[in-house]
T-cell receptor
Framework: GNSVTQMEGPVTLSEEAFLTINCTYT??????LFWYVQYPGEGLQLLLK?????DKGSNKGFEATYRKETTSFHLEKGSVQVSDSAVYFC????????????FGTGTRLKVLA | GAVVSQHPSWVICKSGTSVKIECRSL??????MFWYRQFPKQSLMLMAT?????????EQGVEKDKFLINHASLTLSTLTVTSAHPEDSSFYIC????????????FGPGTRLTVL
């Protein structure tokens, strides 16, 4: 069946460090891939998405490339800030036109000043 | 994007009681809403799809008689955990799908339920 595997946290970085959060998936067909972010006390917010192979999603300095050959959608940011501290969720939507998501377990990021 | 609220944000109840959780779409009419459950350090798991004006659609393994869903209006869906037990303690999150393309959803802040 479909699944999402996400690196476990917590991840603790110093401000301006490089961030990578790994996400790999298993799915039939061509899923859409998402990264959601959850700040303390708030709901999940869409950070970026990619709907087909080789698409690169980007937002707020974060990037992720849909790699079909490695079934991956790793999240990266070149220079993190304290305000990036949050929980990050990788997710896939396996069927076009529906909203059924499969989520990874979430990775907590803590950025220290 | 849509603003989604949940009430209460946390609740503690005794075993055997029922608890109602509300999910409101504050600026967006939603014929469909989703209910998720999240255990500590685990994924969000889709429990059911709430449909305005009709019965909810439950995912496999979710007890429909235990988790009652009512989509009363285009802006309100409620999840009632009936006869709650400690194993029902969890984080419950609702979402509203975007009307645009790309299968985006807008999520509420979640409700933490603790059953003693």
């Amino acid at each position: 069946g479909n699944s999402v595997t996400q690196m476990e946290g917590p991840v603790t970085l110093s401000e301006e460090a490089f961030l990578t959060i790994n996400c790999t998936y298993t799915a039939t067909g061509y899923p859409s891939l998402f990264w959601y972010v959850q700040y303390p006390g708030e709901g999940l917010q869409l950070l970026l998405k990619a709907t087909k192979a080789d698409d690169k999603g980007s937002n707020k300095g974060f990037e992720a490339t849909y790699r079909k050959e490695t079934t991956s959608f790793h999240l990266e940011k070149g220079s993190v800030q304290v305000s990036d501290s949050a929980v990050y969720f990788c997710a896939l939507s396996a069927t076009s036109g529906t909203y059924k998501y499969i989520f990874g377990t979430g990775t907590r990021l803590k950025v220290l000043a | 994007g849509a603003v989604v609220s949940q009430h209460p944000s946390w609740v503690i109840c005794k075993s055997g009681t029922s608890v109602k959780i509300e999910c409101r779409s504050l600026d967006f009419q939603a014929t469909t809403m989703f209910w998720y459950r999240q255990f500590p350090k685990q994924s969000l798991m889709l429990m059911a799809t709430s449909n305005e004006g009709s019965k909810a659609t439950y995912e496999q393994g979710v007890e429909k008689d235990k988790f009652l869903i009512n989509h009363a209006s285009l802006t309100l869906s409620t999840l009632t955990v009936t006869s709650a037990h400690p194993e029902d303690s969890s984080f419950y999150i609702c979402s509203v799908p975007s009307s645009g393309s790309g299968n985006e959803q807008f999520f509420g802040p979640g409700t933490r339920l603790t059953v003693l």
